[in-house]
């Protein structure tokens, strides 16, 4: 069965850096596309990245748009987020999801449990 | 503020409907867009409950439904269960290259 397993969150000061990873399986990670998405406490889902299969096309929010890099390495079925310059509303759980696409857009089917960020000082 | 524009809260007794809408714009719903609906019970991540406006996953009760019309859609959820309690949150996809959320429902079963 699918599983998507987060790991990396933890307490970071404010202008500090941390790495996630997504650890996925039963599925073959290299057909298809990934993203992040992340849910501040006590509020609501904000897609952060998305990735091609191939890692050829990525898109980000404007709230972490040159602060956050997305990547993934298909020979090890793991996906990432570089998180620098956090900030402490970058406090967040952390889901990796997976989008699968539609006639008209996509949707995310499998979900991680999803890693705890918090940003402080 | 959330893209998606669904109501805080709804509210009803077991064996109820009750419907929660997400209303968008003419550059996500409006442009043609899915709408997708997630189901997150307390402490848990989201579970996928209708892809493609009206579609439900394997293993989720027919007791939910999804429509879109518009710029908007809606989840109808029949016979009310004390399991259903917890957040539900609409999505799609932007013409500005994002997926959007709604800022989320939160259903009591009363």
């Known amino acids: 069965q699918v599983q998507l397993v987060e790991s990396g969150g933890g307490l970071v000061k404010p202008g500090g850096s941390l790495r996630l990873s997504c650890a996925a399986s039963?599925?073959?990670?290299?057909?298809?596309?990934m993203s992040w998405i992340r849910q501040a406490p006590g509020k609501g889902l904000e897609w952060v990245s998305y990735?091609?299969?191939?890692?050829?096309?990525?898109y980000y929010a404007d709230s972490v748009k040159g602060r956050f890099t997305i990547s993934r390495d298909n020979a090890k079925n793991s996906l990432y987020l570089q998180m620098n310059s956090l900030r402490a509303e970058d406090t967040a759980v952390y889901y990796c999801?997976?989008?699968?696409?539609?006639?008209?857009?996509?949707?995310?089917?499998?979900w991680g449990q999803g890693t705890l960020v918090t940003v402080s000082s | 503020q959330s893209v998606l524009t669904q109501p805080p809260s709804v509210s009803g007794a077991p064996g109820q409907r009750v419907t929660i809408s997400c209303t968008g714009s003419?550059?996500?719903?409006?442009?043609?867009?899915?709408v997708h609906w997630y189901q997150q019970l307390p402490g848990t991540a989201p579970k996928l409950l209708i892809y493609?406006?009206?579609n439900r996953p394997s293993g989720v009760p027919d007791r939910f439904s999804g429509s879109k019309s518009g710029t908007s859609a809606s989840l109808a959820i029949t016979g009310l269960q004390a399991e259903d309690e917890a957040d539900y949150y609409c999505?799609?996809?932007?013409?500005?290259?994002?997926?959007?959320f709604g800022g989320g429902t939160k259903l009591t079963v009363l």
């Open positions: 999801a997976r989008p699968t696409v539609t006639t008209h857009g996509y949707y995310f089917d499998y």
């Open positions: 039963g599925f073959t990670f290299s057909d298809y596309y």
């Open positions: 990735i091609s299969s191939s890692g050829s096309t990525i």
């Open positions: 003419s550059s996500n719903i409006g442009a043609g867009y899915d």
């Open positions: 493609g406006n009206s």
């Open positions: 999505q799609s996809y932007d013409s500005s290259l994002s997926w959007v």
